[in-house]
């Protein structure tokens, strides 16, 4: 059976990114909620308010493949290789429809640099070339996230 996982939020992930060597005017917020063209398949909803744990809600079809998807698009500047990423996110098992990590609840975002080999590769793939700021819906086959044997 193949496992495909969800990080919604994963730029709710990049609630705040910091670049390396940046200083603060580098720092964005979400504004608007407009979001993108999705790529065929079947996506999650989310809602909730930006900064705080969303409500994620998965559909019963099969799912998308791979996509990184902007919900809400920040006013900061683009994320780049390398850089160090501060940000909240949700993870959660398409199969069972369970949490599996979260950020919310330890009430402190997370911190890792990205693009870099150091998350798993969904997100470095999915969140490099984002605005900071943004609210991203990342969907991730097993080869993208933890493998066939992970969650």
Not at 67 to 81: D, N, Q, Y
Request: charged share 15%; hydrophobic share 40%; net charge positive.
């Amino acid at each position: 059976m193949i496992k495909r996982l969800i990080f919604a939020a994963a730029l709710l992930l990049v609630v705040v990114a910091v670049g390396c060597g940046s200083d603060s005017s580098d720092v964005g917020t979400a504004t608007g909620s407009t979001p993108t063209t999705a790529p065929a398949g079947a996506l999650p909803t989310v809602t909730g308010e930006f900064g705080k744990a969303a409500a994620i809600t998965l559909p019963s079809a099969k799912p998308t493949p791979f996509s990184a998807t902007v919900l809400t698009e920040g006013t900061g500047r683009v994320v780049k290789k390398g850089d160090l990423l501060i940000a909240h996110y949700a993870g959660m098992n398409w199969r069972d429809k369970a949490v599996f990590d979260e950020s919310f609840s330890r009430g402190a975002p997370s911190n890792f640099p990205i693009g870099v080999g150091q998350v798993v590769p969904g997100w470095d793939e999915g969140l490099v070339g984002k605005k900071v700021g943004s609210r991203v819906l990342l969907v991730l086959p097993p080869d993208k996230g933890y493998g066939a044997a992970g969650q």
